[in-house]
């Protein structure tokens, strides 16, 4: 796989610009079928001055809602990874 179709988008969310701040631990929406490797190799290969020093994968259950009375509606599950860094920064808004 290539590390585009790995690495989804960034979670951006209050608690995860703190992580990023204090500890130095990114959050990221990665492709299901992605093991720990090849998502430390993504990271390293989309910002080459980046050191990954740890991977945490937690996979996130689907959901069902309910709209209107008799319409279900459900959400795919998803995989979250969050990445440690042992030297230098992933900067995900770049000239903003």
């Given at each position: 796989m290539h590390w585009r179709e790995?690495?989804?988008?960034?979670?951006i969310t209050e608690k995860t610009n703190f992580l990023a701040a204090?500890?130095?631990q990114y959050t990221?929406?990665?492709d299901s079928r992605a093991n720990k490797i090849q998502i430390k190799e993504a990271i390293e290969l989309a910002w080459p001055n980046?050191?990954?020093d740890k991977v945490r994968i937690a996979n996130m259950p689907a959901k069902r809602a309910r709209r209107?009375?008799?319409v279900a509606v459900r959400k795919p599950g998803w995989k979250k990874a969050f990445v440690t860094l042992s030297s230098g920064s992933i900067e995900l808004f770049e000239g903003v």
């Amino acid at each position: 796989m290539h590390w585009r179709e790995i690495i989804r988008r960034p979670i951006i969310t209050e608690k995860t610009n703190f992580l990023a701040a204090e500890y130095g631990q990114y959050t990221f929406v990665v492709d299901s079928r992605a093991n720990k490797i090849q998502i430390k190799e993504a990271i390293e290969l989309a910002w080459p001055n980046v050191v990954v020093d740890k991977v945490r994968i937690a996979n996130m259950p689907a959901k069902r809602a309910r709209r209107w009375r008799r319409v279900a509606v459900r959400k795919p599950g998803w995989k979250k990874a969050f990445v440690t860094l042992s030297s230098g920064s992933i900067e995900l808004f770049e000239g903003v």
